[in-house]
């Protein structure tokens, strides 16, 4: 009995850690929304409606980048999650307690790695997607 109890809370307490971060992207991800935007709807007279351009590939890596930060987030935190476990199971033993905190290094270089690379893309896609922050060459506009 006692056995099921806690491999019960075990599994409500990884839930409940891979539940929580979502909720902190509730108010900007929506599930409903394609990954891929819309565009090349259909041919009129000969020619594309809705023709897809520069816009609408800034759109699709907007996507793209988003959909694997809401992936990583929950992941590490069912990782964290995990190796705490691990710690507290560990009753002295000093493998399984080693064992833990290396998961929690990588996890938390990892998470770090990913929202450092989120970081330097989504500054990189603004720039590209904002024509007035185009730098100047030689006076060219």
């Known amino acids: 009995m006692r056995r099921y109890v806690i491999s019960s809370f075990g599994i409500l307490m990884l839930l409940v850690v ?67 476990w691990l710690y507290l199971s560990a009753r002295g033993d000093h493998s399984q307690i080693s064992k833990a905190h290396e998961i929690f290094l990588n996890v938390a270089i990892g998470l770090v790695f990913v929202l450092t690379a989120w970081l330097i893309v989504d500054l990189i896609l603004k720039g590209l997607a904002n024509p007035s922050s185009y730098i100047s060459v030689l006076g060219q506009p």
């Open 18 to 84: 891979g539940f929580f971060p979502l909720l902190g992207f509730a108010g900007s991800w929506v599930p409903s929304n394609p990954l891929v935007p819309a565009c090349n709807t259909g041919i009129r007279n000969g020619t594309l409606e809705n023709p897809c351009g520069w816009e609408q590939l800034i759109v699709l890596a907007d996507n793209i980048l988003k959909f694997f930060l809401y992936i990583s987030v929950p992941i590490a935190a069912i990782a964290f999650a995990y190796a705490g």
